[in-house]
């Protein structure tokens, strides 16, 4: 198992431009999430999914959509970027959603953006 | 929406020492859990804790649950180079809430160790 693959690892862009963050695994696990991680600001939660098909809204949601159309993935989309999303961006997956030593929150080893 | 204090921010001591951290929250938690994170890789779990009270220990770290629902502990014993990094607290909502699915996150205190 690959566990969860981000990709990609670093990317630069303007401000405007749009781009889709790639999150997938291959661990059959219903609840995918994606965090961003700011200096002081710890994990904020940006949009979680369930299941496939279904998506909700986290912490702090604006400026970014998400869709589940399999179980493996769950792309993070960024439809005109701001200097303000310059970030590191985690996704994270477990079995079920809520928590369990049975169904941890695997994460990946992140996306680190720049907005210029 | 629901915020975690974690306290302190970061913390700068000599090795063999004991170190401890805190979580508070203004909202009940169903689960406290304690996370680390290295440079350049995502958070790796460490403890959970499941009831009001609950004392777990893993090793030299040993973490509370605290009576309140709205608190959490992280001591580390005898601490040693490899635990530099940052930990993180997180909770998971009241399950019939809409914060059931959410895992909240502490803003992390930054552990660095004198050899």
């Known amino acids: 198992n690959a566990g969860v693959t981000q990709t990609p690892k670093f990317q630069v862009l303007k401000t405007g431009q749009s781009m889709t963050l790639q999150c997938a695994q291959d661990?059959?696990?219903?609840?995918m999430s994606w965090y961003r991680q700011d200096p002081g600001m710890g994990l904020r939660l940006i949009h979680y999914s369930v299941g496939a098909g279904i998506t909700d809204q986290g912490e702090v949601p604006n400026g970014y959509n998400v869709s589940r159309s399999t179980t493996e993935d769950f792309p993070l989309r960024l439809l005109s970027a701001a200097p303000s999303q310059t970030s590191v961006y985690f996704c994270a997956s477990s079995y079920k959603a809520g928590f369990s030593y049975n169904s941890p929150l695997h994460f990946g080893n992140g996306t680190r953006l720049t907005v210029t | 929406g629901q915020q975690l204090n974690q306290s302190p921010q970061s913390m700068f001591i000599q090795e063999g020492e004991d170190v401890s951290m805190n979580c508070t929250s203004s909202s009940i938690f169903n689960t406290w859990l304690w996370y680390k994170q290295d440079p350049g890789e995502g958070p790796v779990l460490l403890i959970a804790l499941y009831k009001a009270g609950e004392l777990t220990s893993n090793g030299r770290l040993t973490a509370q649950f605290g009576i309140t629902r709205k608190d959490s502990f992280l001591n580390i014993s005898a601490s040693i180079p490899s635990d530099v990094g940052i930990y993180f607290c997180a909770g998971l909502g009241v399950p019939g809430y809409s914060s059931a699915s959410k895992i909240i996150f502490g803003s992390g205190t930054r552990l660095s160790i004198r050899p």
């Open positions: 661990m059959n696990h219903e609840y």
